[in-house]
């Protein structure tokens, strides 16, 4: 009979091990790039955000997170972009509100709301069908003191 490891019955040879976990919400809003110099004509989208956290372990419950949780908190984030001018609305009143933009500022805000050993995998921003930008952080350790 083969040897148990960690919460796995055949012991198989991996290195580590995470748990991701994706949500996905859409909210119409309008907004006009600043392209080259060359402000876009004001026009609308359904944009889609797909959330991804990771947690590297379960909780006493088993879950790496709520889902319904994830899903409050990233409905918080997006609350104040619907059905609105993202141009006219912060901090896209003074950042470009590209879809790279858009998946940054959520990923940010998301973070800033997670618990401990819950972390932003990425973020997809889908703002047009066949057109979605994805950010995705990246760990940055601390300078040795």
Do not use: Y
């Amino acid at each position: 009979m083969g040897e148990r490891c960690a919460d796995f019955h055949p012991c198989l040879p991996i290195l580590g091990f995470m748990f991701e976990l994706e949500v996905r919400r859409t909210f119409s809003a309008a907004h006009a790039l600043l392209l080259r110099g060359e402000r876009e004509v004001p026009h609308g989208h359904d944009w889609q955000v797909d959330l991804t956290v990771a947690a590297d372990r379960l909780d006493a419950d088993e879950l790496a997170f709520d889902f319904h949780h994830l899903e409050r908190t990233l409905d918080e984030v997006l609350q104040p972009f619907r059905s609105v001018n993202l141009n006219a609305t912060p901090p896209f009143d003074r950042v470009n509100p590209s879809a790279e933009a858009v998946a940054r500022h959520v990923a940010q805000e998301v973070a800033r709301r997670l618990p401990e050993g819950v972390r932003v995998q990425a973020v997809r921003v889908t703002e047009a069908p066949g057109c979605a930008a994805r950010f995705i952080p990246r760990a940055v350790e601390a300078p040795c003191r």
